[in-house]
């Protein structure tokens, strides 16, 4: 609370507080409970501690939710309340659960929302999480499990593709199997290694990055992929490198690349966006958002997806070149999606792979764990497939 980068941060809560009022707003406090081993009991000082000196900056919790490894007895919860002036029943305990999506079936139980909506003056009809529910018996039962390398360039900080990682976790449910992440460093990927590396692996990802660190390697795991008929999904920078890869070792342009990483090649079947030459602010021309893109009604694309048109968010400045648009397709690869003015390739895939698939997009960011995202479920579905098979 001392902390000094903080008091900003808690001056606007305390004026946001003031300015609309305890009825229109309110505040949840969460604290941990300590357990001391030696005396085997629960400690609520530091709790006390911290609201004491919140309410003397002139922030008052409405609610405080307790975190803690063991049970809080009424005692405790009475304690709390007392001395933290609250109301006993809004006192809430969020005990550790095995499974991160457990928690809001846990806070139910507790009765948050009632005592949001409570404080609030609100009605607060029962909600019906049978749907969030038989999610979590999926996760907790799985039935088999695969591994997907996720092949990138910050694997060492695996919070870096946390969404991606989620994602694949979200495919796994609705197959009811459990999806081991293989990190694959690009930066160490090779034609010589990359065999030994996706041994065993059931399923090849790509995602995103920016900048020219790792790009071999990554262009090695997706030929594999390609050439073994592995499972794979492209996203963002993946797409593209999917890309390069079927420009080089299929159509033959040798040196094909995207012009952000070699600008001096031959065949720049990677570009800028139409109406981006010259721009030089990279921050402020970003494809930025969600943006529609129409299937082909004859693909992999669109029997995931199970529509005609799709909206995905996106986060990249480079696009597939037009103008090698008539090489690739003529060599196989399928541009299953495009904008509706078809002036911008979202999506490409290979009809005579087992699955075979690249987006322009960021679906992982769309993904929920109740509602995983087609491509990756699609994926997951398709290891497990590879899994019997081989």
Known sequence: MGDIESQPFLESIRQFQHEVGHDNAILIHVTLIPYLNASQELKTKPTQASVKDLQGMGIWPDIIVCRSEHPLEQDIKDKIALFCNVPNNHVLQNLDVKHLYEAPLAMEKE???QVACECLRLECPAPDLTDWQEMVEDLKHPTDEVTIAL???????????????????????????????????????????VEGLLAGVHGVLVPGGFGARGIEGMICA?????????????ICLGMQLTIVEYARNVVGFNDAHSIEIDSGTTHPVIALMPDQSGVEDIGGTLRLGAYPCVLSKESLAHRLYGSDTISERHRHRYEVNNDYRAALTEHGLKLSGTSPDNRIVEMCELTDHRFYIATQAHP?????PNRPHPLFKGLVAAALQFKKEV
């Not at 994602?167 to 694959?184: D, E, P, Q, S, Y």
């Not at 997706?222 to 492209?234: M, T, V």
């Open 111 to 113: 009765h948050l929302a």
């Open 151 to 193: 092949v990138g360039k910050y694997v060492q900080l695996h919070d870096a593709y946390i969404s991606v990682v989620e994602a694949l976790k979200h495919g796994g449910i609705t197959n009811h199997t459990t999806v081991n992440i293989k990190w694959i460093d690009s930066e160490t990927t090779t034609p010589d290694n």
């Open 222 to 234: 997706i030929r594999y992929a390609r050439e073994s008929n592995i499972p794979f999904l492209g």
């Open 364 to 368: 992982e960011l769309k993904s929920r």
